[in-house]
C-alpha cells in the first residue's frame, strides 16, 4: 500500500468513514494551506491528514462548516499541548505538519 493510500486509510478509520466526523482544523501560519483535518484513532491519539492531500487522493472539497467541529491551530495546540511535548520534544516544527508526516510513515 503506498504511503498516501495509508494514510487516508487511517485517517478514514479513525473518523468511521466520514470525513464530516472529523474536526477542522484552521490554518493561521500557512496562509495559502486550506486547513488540516483531525480525527482520533482507537487509543485517542490524533490523526491528521491535510485538507489539501485528502482532495488530491479522493476529488473531494471539504466544506469545513459540515465538520463536526472546527478548531484553530491554537486550539489544537492548547488541547493537545501534553501530547505534542512528548511526541515532539524540542521540536520548533508546525506541529500539524509533522504530524501528518509521521502519520504516513507508521507501519
Known amino acids: 500500500m503506498n504511503i498516501s493510500s495509508k494514510q487516508l486509510y487511517l485517517f478514514l478509520t479513525a473518523c468511521s468513514g466520514n470525513w464530516r466526523n472529523s ?17 482520533a484513532d482507537r487509543d485517542g491519539q490524533p490523526v491528521i491528514l ?3 492531500q485528502f482532495y488530491q487522493l479522493t476529488g473531494v472539497w471539504i466544506d469545513p462548516a459540515e465538520c463536526c467541529a472546527q478548531l484553530t491551530e491554537a ?11 512528548w511526541r515532539l520534544p524540542g521540536t520548533e ?4 505538519r509533522r504530524l501528518c508526516e509521521e502519520n504516513s510513515s507508521t507501519p
Not at 31 to 39: E, I, S, V, W
Not at 93 to 96: A, D, F, G, V
Open 23 to 39: 474536526i477542522y482544523i484552521k490554518c493561521q501560519r500557512e496562509k495559502d494551506a486550506p486547513g488540516y483535518l483531525l480525527a
Open 50 to 52: 491535510a485538507v489539501q
Open 75 to 85: 486550539g489544537f495546540e492548547a488541547l493537545y499541548a501534553q501530547y505534542l511535548l
Open 93 to 96: 516544527e508546525y506541529p500539524l
